[in-house]
């Protein structure tokens, strides 16, 4: 079992930048980022195999978004810039041993989710 603790949300104005924190316990083959609006479903926003590097985002936040890791602390990093009202959510960061990809039923591994609020 591994544990992913998120961290490094907060409030910030449209156009402003935060970087989200996912701790993890243990490696895992990818790590991705979800996020869920006040109404509205989980929604896919990046994800990145740990090991190799490889990353995808989504269409909404590709060129804003970029991951980056620190394989010492078992931590991967999501560097949000330009943010839009739109962005606000909570954001949970997710793990899996042997899968990737868009689909929230791919990741075994959840944290308890940080809130991103973005003022226009």
């Known amino acids: 079992q591994v544990q992913l603790v998120e961290s490094g949300g907060g409030l910030v104005q449209a156009g402003g930048s935060l970087r989200l924190s996912c701790a993890a316990s243990?490696?895992?083959?990818?790590i991705g980022w979800f996020r869920q609006a006040p109404g509205k479903e989980r929604e896919f926003v990046a994800a990145?195999?740990?090991?190799?590097?490889?990353?995808y985002y989504a269409n909404s936040v590709k060129g804003r978004f970029t991951f980056s890791r620190d394989n010492a602390k078992n931590t991967v990093y999501l560097q949000m810039n330009s943010l839009k009202p739109e962005d606000t959510a909570v954001y949970y960061c997710?793990?899996?041993?042997?899968?990737?990809?868009?689909?929230?039923?791919?990741?075994?591994?959840w944290g308890q989710g940080t809130q991103v609020t973005v003022s226009s």
């Open positions: 990145i195999i740990w090991s190799a590097g490889s990353t």
């Open positions: 997710a793990g899996d041993r042997i899968r990737i990809g868009a689909s929230e039923r791919l990741y075994e591994y």
């Open positions: 243990g490696r895992t083959f990818s």
